[in-house]
């Protein structure tokens, strides 16, 4: 058995109706408001980077990370991937900064005590190198850390300490 809408029931159907629409047309503003908000941020900025340096496209990456460091300049994140496509590039004066100041930003980050570790390795520092090292393997004992440790003990003709990590 079928049964009829009345003249209520169909105008609250048309009101319901209109609203949802209005709501939709009122939320994808909303969403794009808020797109425009987020492109000038700097977590936005180093999404579009760590999505460029995924794709290899390495140049654009450091676009977009000074664009995130230019609007926030202590942002750990940008900082922390510009001085590590800094150090692969073979920068070392500015990834040494970089990372220095990632550590001013985080004491206790363990993969930036490695980075920096690598860089004094490439310049020659083999002391700091160790500390850095050695720091980083206190904080965070990963394989990382100890493949760094052995491999600068090796260099050093240190083997027996080379073994122990």
């Known amino acids: 058995m079928r049964r009829k809408l009345r003249p209520f029931h169909s105008l609250l159907v048309l009101v319901a109706a209109?609203?949802?629409a209005l709501w939709g047309c009122a939320t994808t503003s909303a969403v794009k408001a808020r797109k425009a908000q987020d492109e000038n941020t700097a977590a936005y900025q180093y999404d579009l980077a760590s999505v460029s340096y995924n794709?290899?496209?390495?140049d654009e990456a450091v676009r977009y990370l000074e664009q995130a460091l230019a609007l926030d300049p202590d942002h750990h994140p940008s900082l922390f991937l510009l001085s590590t496509l800094r150090l692969k590039r073979g920068e070392y004066p500015a990834a040494e900064a970089g990372f220095l100041k990632c550590l001013a930003l985080k004491p206790e980050d363990a993969e930036a005590h490695?980075?920096?570790?690598?860089?004094?390795?490439q310049t020659g520092a083999q002391e700091k190198a160790e500390g850095e090292f050695l720091k980083a393997w206190s904080l965070e004992p990963s394989t990382t850390a100890a493949l760094n440790l052995a491999?600068?003990?090796?260099?050093?003709?240190?083997?027996?300490?080379?073994l122990e990590y």
């Not at 490695?114 to 390795?121: D, E, I, K, P, S």
């Open 55 to 58: 794709y290899g496209l390495e």
């Open 18 to 20: 209109q609203a949802l």
């Open 114 to 121: 490695t980075r920096l570790g690598m860089v004094y390795r």
């Open 151 to 162: 491999q600068h003990f090796f260099d050093l003709d240190r083997l027996d300490k080379a």
